[in-house]
């Protein structure tokens, strides 16, 4: 029995392990055989077949003709949980001394190893599936809301709390996946402001045994992060955005980092769908005066007001106090030598006053305050001068 070829190491989780087998019969004559695997144990249900059948219990050849050889392809999947597994011992053997106690002249049992690992660390001998990069999940408010908003009404204005889900809590936490027991170096929350193309590392604070803060880069991996993880596979960890992020629109992911093995992308990395959030701690002000730049308007006309930032105009109510208006010929500062149409003004405005007035008629032909006019003034002698906004 020889293993005439073997799979490559690196075997993607849910590809087929193929071994090609060469047996042959070196005895005197026509014998019978059969080939089995002492994996009796298999607790990581690993599974094999040979043929396209399961090889369970033993396979026969029966009138195995002497000189003759058979190349077969054995194939091995990997079970349910478990990338890494023991080597296999795969026997080839007389039919007519398995489960005999005799011991009969020559070599009537062969056997190979089935792997396609050996560990440099200490040479021992493995069948190993290529470890894809554990999942992240968003979990909690963000996974519900999709969007983020820290503002001048939030509880926490200097931190953003992020919660995700570990899928594969029921083998492991984050932190024991990392290396060497694992592939996962790390698992990060990235941001950029919007517009960006470059994504920076999220922070997060942390007291050591000493009592002292320290910033460190947020990463549900860490050893501090440890604890933070629940049996369930939530964790959560406050993002430092006092003093670190300014306001602005920004998008954040999380981001699990395996070891390179120049495979695909989606092999050495996992990421969360990116959200959206705004950090936002200034309220939006009146920019300038409201337009039209005059003291009155006309009926139906708009008033139109500018802020410092865009605003949601659906979010709050607007109180618009609206000032009696009347009468007045306004804005003459000179002798009255003709009549002015009147216009209408607030009450509350300041206006030079027409200097005509129903007291002093020398020169003109006067003219009479009207019953509807508030607004009035008298001329200063007969040099006709105005009292001015009054």
């Known amino acids: 029995l020889t293993i005439s070829r073997r799979p490559h190491e690196n075997v993607f989780p849910d590809e087929d392990m193929v071994f090609e087998l060469n047996m042959s019969n070196v005895g005197v004559g026509s014998s019978d055989f059969i080939l089995y695997v002492q994996n ?3 607790a990581d249900g690993l599974k094999v077949s040979l043929d396209g059948r399961p090889l369970i219990g033993t396979r026969e050849f029966l009138g195995f003709a002497k000189d003759n050889s058979y190349s077969k392809l054995l194939v091995v ?3 349910p949980l478990s990338y890494e597994y ?3 011992d795969l026997v080839f053997q007389s039919l007519c001394e398995y489960g005999s106690s005799i011991d009969l002249d020559g070599p009537k049992t062969v056997s190979q190893k089935l792997y396609n690992f050996q560990d440099p660390t ?3 001998l493995m069948i190993k599936f290529v470890e894809p990069c554990p999942k992240v999940e968003w979990a909690g408010e963000l996974k519900f809301d999709r969007h983020f908003l820290v503002n001048e009404h939030s509880d926490d204005r200097d931190n953003l709390k992020v919660t995700v889900f570990n899928p594969n809590h029921g083998q492991s936490k984050f932190h024991n996946m990392t290396t060497p027991s694992g592939r996962l170096e790390n698992v990060f929350l990235y941001y950029r402001e919007v517009g960006d193309l470059q994504w920076s590392e999220g922070r997060t604070e942390i007291t050591n045994d000493d009592g002292k803060v320290h910033s460190v880069t947020m990463d549900f991996a860490a050893e501090y992060a440890y604890e933070e993880e629940s049996d369930y596979g939530y964790s959560s960890l406050r993002w430092s955005l006092a003093n670190k992020v300014p306001e602005g629109t ?3 992911k999380v981001v699990s980092k395996c070891n390179d093995l120049d495979g695909p992308d ?4 996992y990421s969360t769908p990116v959200l959206s959030g705004v950090k936002d701690l200034t309220s939006p002000k009146q920019y300038g005066k409201p337009l039209p730049l005059r003291d009155s308007i006309l ?4 008033i139109v007001v500018a802020f410092s930032e865009p605003v949601r105009c659906d979010k709050f109510d607007l109180d618009v106090t609206v000032h009696s208006l009347r009468k007045a010929v306004c804005g003459q500062s000179t002798k009255c030598f003709k009549y002015l149409e009147p216009q209408q003004v607030s009450t509350t405005s300041r206006h ?3 200097c005509c007035s129903d007291e002093d008629k020398s020169g003109m032909d006067g003219w009479v305050k009207n019953e509807d006019c508030s607004v009035w003034a008298k001329s200063r002698g007969l040099q006709g001068d105005c009292h001015k906004k009054e």
Request: glycine share 12%.
């Open 40 to 42: 009796l144990d298999n």
């Open 77 to 79: 999947q990997r079970g």
């Open 86 to 88: 023991a080597s296999i």
């Open 122 to 124: 200490n040479d021992n």
């Open 250 to 252: 920004y998008e954040i």
């Open 266 to 269: 989606d092999l050495d990395h």
């Open 299 to 302: 009926v139906g006309e708009e």
């Open 352 to 354: 030079g006053v027409r």
